[in-house]
């Protein structure tokens, strides 16, 4: 299995961070993608990625909630620097989030943009973070319709829809454990989405499965997300790990 989607450089794994990469190993995660945030955690992301050559990816790109007015043109000038210097497999997280700040969707929408742009220059997939904002997220995909445009909806919470919406528009879906929630809602329609259109991931340290929702998120626990694909589409675990894998790797591989 693939950790599409996985804060493995989080403060909250400073106690037991190589225990926890072990536990997912020892599960059969076989890798794990690093979206990438501010440069304040850029060089802790990067320093896994040395020490787990082959098995840890970091990628490169603004998270929307760092897109503050004193700062985003410095951060997005960082971003680009990285990747002019080497190969990332993807540019993420980026995108728009109206959850926590409203007030910055002109400048949220203007990094997306420009992210976006690099994108298509240098035909890497997008990891996108969208949080209330699936209009605003489509209005800025729709302007910037392209052949080499793809990528990931991380962590996708929407309806239909917008899940159809999505790969309308040449994206996958990361699922993770909001799929296992009881008001998670996505379980009642993903079936619907072809399993060629899902890759798995955590987003670990946050949104945990059931049964650990509310704590702590890890990578090991990748299985149960899973799990629950298993009982959606109506096939065996091992169906579900070796599709949900190939479409990672052709994503970030290509």
């Not at 949080?131 to 729709?142: A, P």
């Amino acid at each position: 299995m693939i950790d599409t989607h996985t804060h493995l450089y989080a403060e909250e794994f400073d106690e037991d961070r190589k225990e926890a990469i072990q536990r997912a190993l020892n599960k059969g995660i076989t890798e794990f993608y690093l979206p990438a945030i501010d440069s304040e955690s850029h060089e802790k992301m990067l320093q896994l990625e040395t020490e787990y050559p082959g098995q840890i990816f970091s990628m490169m790109g603004l998270h929307p909630c760092y897109v503050k007015p004193e700062s985003w043109e410095k951060e997005l000038e960082i971003v680009k620097n990285y990747l002019d210097q080497r190969h990332f497999p993807a540019i993420g997280e980026i995108g728009i989030d109206l959850y926590w700040d409203k007030t910055t969707l002109d400048i949220q929408v203007k990094a997306f943009e420009q992210q976006i742009d690099w994108a298509i220059e240098k035909d890497l997939p997008i990891v996108i973070h969208t949080r209330e904002s699936f209009d605003e997220t489509f209005e800025v995909l729709e302007r910037k319709k392209h052949p080499k445009l793809r990528g990931i909806f991380h962590c996708f919470s929407g309806n239909l829809e917008q899940a159809q919406h999505a790969v309308d528009l040449n994206f996958i879906l990361g699922i993770g454990g909001v799929v296992t929630f009881k008001n998670g809602k996505i379980d009642q329609f993903l079936n619907e989405i072809p399993l060629d259109k899902i890759v798995l991931e955590t987003d670990s340290p946050y949104l945990a499965p059931v049964p650990h929702r509310g704590k702590r998120n890890e990578s090991s626990y990748l299985d149960l997300v899973a799990g629950k694909l298993v009982d959606i589409y109506g096939k065996d675990f091992s169906e579900i790990d070796r599709i949900t894998t190939e479409n990672a790797k052709n994503l970030f591989q290509s």
